[in-house]
């Protein structure tokens, strides 16, 4: 066989290995999931439980490795929310 042959076949076979995975990770969407719950807790003022709940989320994120976008919310998240609950310790002190 030709070495185009080989070539084609690699990629129909890399191609075919991509949409499987994607379609997996479609059904398994655990971190968007995570991400939805602990912003409807950032939301509603518990900020505890959003930090929990977006650690589990960047957990599961780094599992997969596939959601890069993400990861970087979660994380500016998880910056923020710890800025705010640190603040919030600070003030109760200062009174």
Do not use: C, W
């Not at 655990?30 to 439980?49: C, D, W």
């Amino acid at each position: 066989m030709e070495l185009y042959y080989y070539l084609l076949f690699s990629i129909a076979i890399l191609i075919a290995v991509l949409l499987v995975r994607y379609f997996i990770l479609t059904k398994k969407n655990a971190p968007v999931r995570l991400f939805a719950e602990a912003l409807k807790n950032e939301n509603s003022g518990h900020f505890a439980e959003a930090v929990i709940t977006y650690q589990n989320a960047l957990d599961e994120v780094k599992k997969i490795r596939f959601h890069s976008h993400l990861k970087n919310k979660i994380v500016e998240k998880l910056k923020v929310l710890n800025t705010v609950i640190e603040y919030g310790q600070n003030a109760r002190f200062i009174r």
